[in-house]
């Protein structure tokens, strides 16, 4: 099975201009307000703090992930949505047999979800572990990988 979420990160360089606009005029309102008589307040910065967090947060969650387990392999991949189209940038990958899925866990929150995975290794104890955004990959979608390495770590369990 193939998932991608393009479709859905499309929207985050918009969110991403927009956070930018609304910053610079609240600068530039803030600036105009300095050179009046009344005195500036911290609530007329609140507003930039506010856009501010909310600028973090997009570039926290604002990456496409694309998950392949046909074939023999299983391939997971962050990567950067802003500059997506010139440049791979933020990129995290995790290219390994199936036979090496250990297990996984999905984290589910309201704003956030990730997939962790753990892979084991002959070379040492233990799992290495991988977590990966999938925060705008739809509910079906999610379903549907999350069946595919369900799938998978059960077959490991049936042979082992």
């Given at each position: 099975?193939?998932?991608?979420?393009?479709?859905?990160?499309?929207?985050?360089?918009?969110?991403?201009?927009?956070?930018?606009?609304?910053?610079?005029?609240?600068?530039?309102?803030?600036?105009e307000l300095m050179s009046s008589d009344e005195?500036?307040?911290?609530?007329?910065?609140?507003?930039?703090?506010?856009?501010?967090?909310?600028?973090f947060y997009v570039h926290r969650i604002g990456?496409?992930?694309?998950?392949?387990?046909?074939?023999?392999?299983?391939?997971?991949?962050?990567?950067?949505?802003?500059?997506?189209?010139?440049?791979?940038?933020?990129?995290?990958?995790?290219?390994?047999?199936?036979?090496?899925?250990?297990?996984?866990?999905?984290?589910?929150?309201?704003?956030?979800?990730?997939?962790?995975?753990?892979?084991?290794?002959?070379?040492?104890?233990?799992?290495?572990?991988?977590?990966?955004?999938?925060?705008?990959?739809?509910?079906?979608?999610?379903?549907?990988?999350?069946?595919?390495?369900?799938?998978?770590?059960?077959?490991?369990?049936?042979?082992?």
């Amino acid at each position: 099975m193939r998932f991608t979420n393009k479709n859905e990160v499309k929207i985050v360089p918009s969110i991403y201009i927009v956070l930018v606009a609304i910053f610079v005029t609240n600068i530039f309102v803030n600036i105009e307000l300095m050179s009046s008589d009344e005195p500036v307040r911290f609530s007329h910065y609140l507003p930039n703090i506010v856009v501010l967090l909310l600028g973090f947060y997009v570039h926290r969650i604002g990456q496409s992930f694309d998950f392949d387990s046909d074939g023999e392999t299983l391939n997971l991949k962050n990567n950067g949505v802003f500059f997506s189209k010139f440049m791979e940038y933020r990129v995290q990958k995790a290219e390994f047999p199936k036979r090496k899925l250990g297990k996984f866990r999905v984290s589910d929150y309201f704003f956030y979800s990730a997939v962790t995975i753990y892979i084991s290794s002959r070379r040492r104890r233990g799992y290495k572990k991988y977590t990966f955004n999938t925060t705008f990959l739809s509910r079906k979608k999610k379903r549907g990988m999350i069946a595919s390495m369900q799938k998978i770590v059960d077959n490991q369990k049936t042979t082992a």
